[in-house]
């Protein structure tokens, strides 16, 4: 008697964990809705509030929306150690600045200005005449926050201490944010630091939740929050350090990042959660992780955090209500893949318009995260996803009787036919020859295709492939109907 039972193709990525237990080796440029639909990532398209020509040659390190979107801000870096800081316009991009730098920027705003941190003093951009300059008296700081009415930064000359300027309101540019150093008494209001002291480790990253400071050392965490006595109190201590400084990814009010044991954990501050133990195998095989860099999209169904490792050439995404799944580029001219080509992203307020710098064709451009894009501004984004092994509960030999795939397919111009991929391979042998799926006219929008007979097994791994084109196909669900055979 023939049974029927789910293939399982969905974006979670379990290469850290055995393909014979069943554990998916990988799923590469896919996403999944709430009613697990899969389909392509979402592309990049041209931004309206940016020019359509290319940027810079060099990579686009930094990106920043102020908080009345009326302005956006990019860092681009030609050569170590040589940035640029440009304003973003429809027609054009003006260089309004020229610096060297060590570290990606670090952003932070106050109605007066625009901040951003990269391992010298602080720079900053009065709003009200786009000057820029050096905010006096500030430390070598590799990341700046802006809490409540004080400005808090790293000290690179006292890796062991945040410091915070003064009380300023947001409106002024003068004050009580250019005044930093030590505090001789613990009156509210002057500037000063504080010490992350639960184990002498260094400050590695801050970031700020609206309510309370996180301050990341190289093996542990700390939360401080205002108090009118001490300034800064602690508030809670975790055994969880920080192998990459700019790893950290706001969410919300929590935060994610790369701990020093190479776990990517998920905390508000009390309680943690590793997300990365599907992958940990993978990220512990890396040959360097501290360059690593994240990044949260928002878009449609797709809700994730992910994370770029340009040294090893891969960008892990987490998505909320689905897993583990890797995104990358396409390289035409070697017909491979290439690292994820998005190198900045910034939020455009009250647009939830996710803003990303790439890198295409060699030179850097400025676009938006599209669920209905299918490029990245023009470049191909291949898609696949493999399951593990599958014995459906016995060793017995199966004979697979027939595959039903049920897809949805986006509007199609013109007279191709967009063509999937379905191979499988048995007990750890070679992939079998990609079997075609055409999904027919374009008047064929929800197409069920079967494939029958397709051979005897004990345990099968099947590989789903999108279309090559650029067709936004839905893969809604995939069947096996299949009987268990007697020894």
Known sequence: MSKQGPIPFTPTQESGWDIVGGASPAAVNVVVDGRGAVRRRPGVKKYSGAQSSALEAGDILGLY????????????????GAVRLYRVTPDESSLVYSTTATTRPIWAETEAMVLWADSRSINRVLLEDSS???????????HVVALGARLLATDGDQPSQVAYSG?????????????????????????????????????????????????????????????STLNFAPVSTREHGCAASHSVVRDDQSFAWLDHRRRIVHTDGRSIQVLSSPIQETLDRMARVDDCHGYRITHGPVDALLWNFPTDGRTFCWQKGGGWSIWMGWNESTNNFKNCPITAKADIVGENANLVGLTTGGSSRIGVIDQGTTT???????????????????????????????????????????????????????????????????????????????????ARAWRFTFSSTTEDLVLASVTEEFEILTQ
């Open 376 to 458: 990245d501004f023009g470049e191909r984004i291949p898609a696949h996803i493999e399951t593990g092994f599958i014995d459906r509960g016995t060793p017995n030999r199966k004979m697979c009787i027939a595959v039903n795939i049920r897809m949805r397919r986006g509007h199609v111009t013109g007279t191709s036919e967009p063509i999937a991929h379905l191979s499988w391979r048995d007990d750890e042998g070679q992939w079998q020859s990609p079997i075609p799926i055409s999904l027919g006219k374009s008047a064929s929008r929800e197409p069920v295709v079967t494939l029958r007979g397709l051979g005897v097994y004990r």
């Open 132 to 142: 820029i300059e050096r905010l006096p008296n500030s430390p070598v700081a590799s």
């Open 65 to 80: 929306s102020t908080s009345t979107g009326d302005r956006v801000y990019a860092v681009a870096g030609l050569a170590p």
């Open 167 to 227: 009380n300023n309101l947001g409106t002024e540019t003068t004050g009580g944010h250019e005044q930093w150093g030590v505090q001789t008494t613990l009156a509210f209001g002057e500037s000063g630091f504080f010490t992350a002291e639960a184990r002498p480790d260094p400050v590695v990253a801050i970031a700020e939740n609206s309510n309370e400071v996180f301050v990341l050392g190289a093996t542990t965490f700390q939360t401080f929050a205002a108090d």
